[in-house]
């Protein structure tokens, strides 16, 4: 079975400031990794995600993470945030092979401050 | 194409009493999720379909729980007799079977019980 952590819940931040949002991952098969971000009363959205190739990762909005197998880790990173960043982001994972549901991290609640 | 939906988005109930919700997914995508959402946890695999058979359930879905996709497209997910236990809210997701791990969520419905 697979798992993640999350291992800060809340991350406060203030605006224009770089910030890490940590993500460990446990399995014993190959993986496909994400990062899901949930705005206040919205679905969840994908934000990227690595299935092969570059370790390194980019969204559209500035954020990118890097897949690090030997640390079993994907943490997302932005260099400058802004308000509107504010959000629940979610990590993670699903098996290469079987078509398996998602496992979710707990979440990282960002609050970015002005 | 409006992306997932799911009605309501809020439901009140009384425990002991029955509740169903609704969830139409992306018009081409034949995989159907169901997961359950509770407060400051991540989200929680429940059940699946593809087209119209309901290939995993998790353990987490009790017998009062039911899900349904009678023709391949719309999905019901049933509740029985509920308990306070089963306030959360609960996400529903949709994907192409050969890409089931890009997931597209709707905005959920909150269950709360009294």
């Known amino acids: 079975a697979q798992s993640v952590t999350q291992l800060d819940s809340q991350v406060p931040v203030f605006e224009e400031a770089p910030v890490e949002l940590r993500c460990n991952y446990s399995s014993s098969v190959s993986v496909y990794l994400f990062w899901y971000v949930q705005y206040p009363n919205q679905g969840l959205q994908l934000l990227l995600k690595y299935l092969s190739g570059s370790t390194l990762v980019e969204s559209i909005n500035g954020f990118e993470a890097e897949f690090n197998k030997s640390q079993t880790s994907f943490h997302l990173r932005k260099p400058s945030v802004h308000i509107s960043d504010t959000a629940e982001y979610f990590c993670?994972?699903?098996?290469?092979?079987?078509?398996?549901?998602?496992?979710f991290g707990k979440g990282t609640r960002l609050s970015v401050i002005a | 194409d409006t992306g997932v939906s799911q009605d309501p988005r809020h439901k009140i109930t009384k425990r002991g009493q029955n509740v169903t919700f609704r969830c139409d997914p992306i018009s081409e995508h034949n995989r159907l999720y169901w997961y359950r959402q509770t407060l400051g946890q991540g989200p929680e695999f429940l059940t699946y379909?593809?087209?119209?058979?309901?290939?995993?359930k998790s353990r987490l879905l009790s017998d009062r729980f039911s899900a349904e996709r009678p023709k391949g497209s719309f999905s019901t997910l049933e509740i029985q007799r509920t308990e306070q236990g089963d306030s959360a809210m609960y996400l529903c997701?949709?994907?192409?079977?050969?890409?089931?791990?890009?997931?597209?969520f709707g905005p959920g419905t909150r269950l709360t019980v009294t």
């Open positions: 997701a949709s994907s192409f079977a050969g890409n089931s791990y890009e997931q597209y």
């Open positions: 993670a994972v699903t098996r290469t092979s079987g078509n398996t549901p998602l496992v």
């Open positions: 379909f593809q087209n119209e058979a309901q290939l995993e």
